[in-house]
């Protein structure tokens, strides 16, 4: 899936989805809820890799970073 198509399954801008994967917007829990609803997997598969990822998440599907700032 790409940034694209899970942008407009979701119903938002691609720009908000780009803004998430590349790290420039803040994304609160229920967002990601939403991401992983529509990636069709569990919230938990987005933080599989999120230690060894340097404080990425990672897509499960597209492999895609999805880097979270913790303030």
């Not at 942008?7 to 809820?33: R, W």
């Not at 999120?50 to 880097?67: Q, T």
Request: aromatic share 4%; with cysteine; hydrophobic share 30%.
């Amino acid at each position: 899936m790409t940034g694209k198509s899970l942008a407009e399954s979701m119903g938002k801008a691609p720009q908000y989805i780009s803004n998430v994967i590349n790290g420039g917007k803040g994304v609160s829990i229920n967002s990601l809820e939403e991401i992983a609803k529509h990636l069709d997997v569990p919230i938990s598969s987005l933080f599989r890799d999120y230690k060894s990822s340097g404080g990425s998440l990672v897509c499960p599907h597209c492999g895609k970073e999805l880097h979270i700032r913790i303030e």
